[in-house]
């Protein structure tokens, strides 16, 4: 197939992610990596496990006080880590 007008290469490269379903999975990907960006490496620290499932934010924490916190800022986060990835990849966030 041939178009007739010329698209660039990040456009292509989105066109078939979207085509193939794996632009979801990427884009969660990405907000995994993101979290030590958004959040800095103190916290980065006391993580232990995080993981996406049906838009929620798993985060498994070490430390029961910076638990609470992040708690109290989890719509901050939750914005924050969205607007990091560009897409909204997730709905809520959830502390263990």
């Known amino acids: ?9 990040g456009d292509a490269i989105a066109e078939v992610l979207k085509l193939q379903r794996l632009d979801k999975k990427l884009h969660e990907t990405r907000l995994l ?4 960006d958004v959040l800095g490496p103190a916290i980065a ?3 232990e496990n995080k993981y996406i499932k049906n838009k929620v934010l798993y985060v498994k924490l070490s430390s029961s006080v910076l638990r609470n916190e992040l ?9 924050a880590l969205n607007k990091k990835v560009g897409a909204e990849v997730i709905s809520d966030i959830k502390f263990n």
């Open 1 to 9: 197939m041939r178009r007739k007008q010329t698209i660039s290469i």
């Open 33 to 36: 990596d993101s979290w030590q």
């Open 71 to 79: 708690m109290m800022s989890r719509t901050q986060l939750l914005d």
């Open 45 to 47: 620290k006391y993580t």
